[in-house]
């Protein structure tokens, strides 16, 4: 065991934590979101059991986000004509703001632009949440 690491970070996923370097992206996605087939050139973490605000709260604890771009969170906008009001944005943005006030900025991304960036991701942690319009992706920054 470790002192002041958030037990919902397993080993798997702290070692893909310490490996990314300045700039990789990281994507928490939720229980809908296609981790395997997105994930084929990433490495994917399971998480199944937790929701993605439980991880975004670790990951956030221990992972700076990137300083050096104007916005390092990006977030699946609602697809048109969907009527869904995701209101687990608000715990993002609360989130981001508790740990990381001055880098945390969100893009809104197209569904397909998003599952394009997503591919390239260095990790994709598969969650269990049931909201949906819950993705969310992360560009590390420099640990200082």
Known sequence: MLKNIPSVL?????KVL?????????????GNFPAQSMGKNAIVIRADGHGVPVIL???LQ???????????VALMEVVPGDDCKPTIWEEYRRLLAKHDPDHSEIIMMERFAFYERAQKAY???ATG?????ANVLLKKGVVK
């Open 123 to 125: 990790a994709i942690i």
């Open 57 to 59: 709260d670790a990951i």
């Open 129 to 133: 949440e049931t909201e949906i319009y």
């Open 18 to 30: 310490d490996e990314m370097g300045h700039g990789d992206e990281i994507v928490i996605g939720d």
């Open 10 to 14: 397993s080993p798997a996923l702290l």
């Open 62 to 72: 221990v992972m700076p986000l990137d300083q050096y771009t104007a916005k390092p």
